[in-house]
Nanobody, 113 residues
Framework: QVQLQESGGGLVQPGGSLRLSCAAS????????MGWYRQAPGKQRELVAR??????DYADSVKGRFTISRDNAKNTVYLQMNSLKPEDTAVYYC????????WGQGTQVTVSS
């Protein structure tokens, strides 16, 4: 079993920054990938960024603005979000792929003036 604890969401003005954190605890043999997804009202959940080994993937809409990183010693994945836009408003979910997928409870990010 893997438990995920997210933090870092909130309200920010357009152009501002936030950093999301997701700490994994429990037991596993190896983590295949860690990442962040988001879901805006009335829309499907979508991949924001993912890190697996030394590789990263980003949604086109966040490239150049968001950076995903991972601290293996702390089993924590981070999402640094800069130059935030109103369209980034969503619930952000941490995802970990082990032998199956695990999801965090979600953290709200609201970008508004």
């Amino acid at each position: 079993q893997v438990q995920l604890q997210e933090s870092g969401g909130g309200l920010v003005q357009p152009g501002g920054s936030l950093r999301l954190s997701c700490a994994a605890s429990g037991s596993w043999f190896s983590i295949n990938a860690m990442g962040w997804y988001r879901q805006a009202p009335g829309k499907q959940r979508e991949l924001v960024a993912r890190i697996s080994g030394g590789s990263t993937d980003y949604a086109d809409s966040v490239k150049g603005r968001f950076t995903i990183s991972r601290d293996n010693a702390k089993n924590t994945v981070y999402l640094q979000m800069n130059s935030l836009k109103p369209e980034d408003t969503a619930v952000y979910y941490c995802h970990v792929a082990v032998t199956r997928s695990y999801w965090g409870q979600g953290t709200q990010v609201t970008v508004s003036s």
